[in-house]
């Protein structure tokens, strides 16, 4: 259900429930305490989960991505996302999946560092690829459905090491639980995430998307969601400050 624009305070957290949110502990804590700063979350949070067409389900793997992954490792927000994806009708083979990609964040450790490499260790990009490396290459498209030239770099550097992560890459995908276009709003979950930022993958799997019949509304939505786990320092702060003012007797 859509809000309304011009809905009153009181039916902020209506809306919010009807568009399938949680009125958690913490977050009526905050809005009990500051709640035109909770109700402008609300409003916002709600938009989230209406906005684009996508589905209850799909959603869940989103946010089960955001917070999972190690950017962020919220596992109590982990743990209800999962829950909620069970009961929007998910599979466990559709949750592992979820899971492994989003265990993929690791790599971009050495994606992003090979920028700062190149600049001071500079690898010869013209050189022709040897047989080997060439066949390393198609495998990756063929695999993975894409090639970037962030790869060119490291295929140089060391092709054994290209080839372990093009084997762990492609491995979630293997099991063909999550369609395509899921999957790639999994990598763009977290890939946008506040704790991550990392905008050259964003970029590519928001292209994949759209190749995939993904629309604008709907990669906006994926972002849209993803923005809430800022939230959580008002969640945790509100309930450490609650905690500090109420110290345990004795």
């Given at each position: 259900?859509?809000?309304?624009?011009?809905?009153?305070?009181?039916?902020?957290?209506?809306?919010?429930?009807?568009?399938?949110?949680?009125?958690?502990?913490?977050l009526g804590r905050v809005l009990r305490q500051s709640p035109a700063f909770g109700e402008a979350h609300l409003r916002m949070a709600t938009l989230a989960l209406v906005d684009g067409e996508l589905s209850r389900k799909t959603r869940e793997f989103i946010l089960l991505a955001a917070n999972l992954n190690a950017t962020h490792l919220n596992i109590e927000a982990a743990r209800e996302h999962l829950r909620r994806a069970k009961a929007a009708g998910a599979g466990d083979e559709e949750l592992i999946e979820v899971i492994q990609c989003a265990s993929l964040v690791g790599v971009h450790a050495v994606v992003v560092g090979l920028g700062p490499l190149q600049r001071l260790a500079p690898v010869d990009l013209s050189r022709e690829l040897t047989p080997s490396e060439e066949r390393l290459k198609r495998?990756?498209?063929?695999?993975?459905?894409?090639?970037?030239?962030?790869?060119?770099?490291?295929?140089?550097?060391?092709?054994?090491?290209?080839?372990?992560?093009?084997?762990?890459?492609?491995?979630?995908?293997?099991?063909?639980?999550l369609s395509?276009?899921?999957?790639?709003?999994?990598?763009?979950?977290?890939d946008c995430s506040?704790?991550?930022?990392?905008?050259?993958?964003?970029?590519?799997?928001?292209?994949?998307a759209l190749e995939l019949g993904a629309t604008p509304a709907d990669l906006l939505a994926v972002l849209k969601l993803v923005s809430g786990i800022g939230f959580e320092a008002a969640t945790a702060g509100y309930r450490l400050l609650a905690e500090v003012n109420s110290p345990p007797a004795g």
């Amino acid at each position: 259900m859509k809000p309304q624009s011009g809905s009153k305070a009181g039916d902020v957290a209506s809306d919010y429930l009807s568009a399938g949110g949680d009125l958690s502990e913490d977050l009526g804590r905050v809005l009990r305490q500051s709640p035109a700063f909770g109700e402008a979350h609300l409003r916002m949070a709600t938009l989230a989960l209406v906005d684009g067409e996508l589905s209850r389900k799909t959603r869940e793997f989103i946010l089960l991505a955001a917070n999972l992954n190690a950017t962020h490792l919220n596992i109590e927000a982990a743990r209800e996302h999962l829950r909620r994806a069970k009961a929007a009708g998910a599979g466990d083979e559709e949750l592992i999946e979820v899971i492994q990609c989003a265990s993929l964040v690791g790599v971009h450790a050495v994606v992003v560092g090979l920028g700062p490499l190149q600049r001071l260790a500079p690898v010869d990009l013209s050189r022709e690829l040897t047989p080997s490396e060439e066949r390393l290459k198609r495998s990756f498209e063929e695999r993975r459905g894409y090639w970037s030239s962030q790869w060119d770099q490291l295929l140089r550097l060391g092709s054994d090491y290209f080839a372990a992560v093009l084997e762990f890459s492609a491995a979630p995908a293997a099991s063909g639980a999550l369609s395509a276009l899921d999957r790639e709003y999994v990598y763009m979950a977290f890939d946008c995430s506040p704790t991550h930022m990392f905008e050259p993958g964003l970029e590519l799997h928001m292209r994949n998307a759209l190749e995939l019949g993904a629309t604008p509304a709907d990669l906006l939505a994926v972002l849209k969601l993803v923005s809430g786990i800022g939230f959580e320092a008002a969640t945790a702060g509100y309930r450490l400050l609650a905690e500090v003012n109420s110290p345990p007797a004795g």
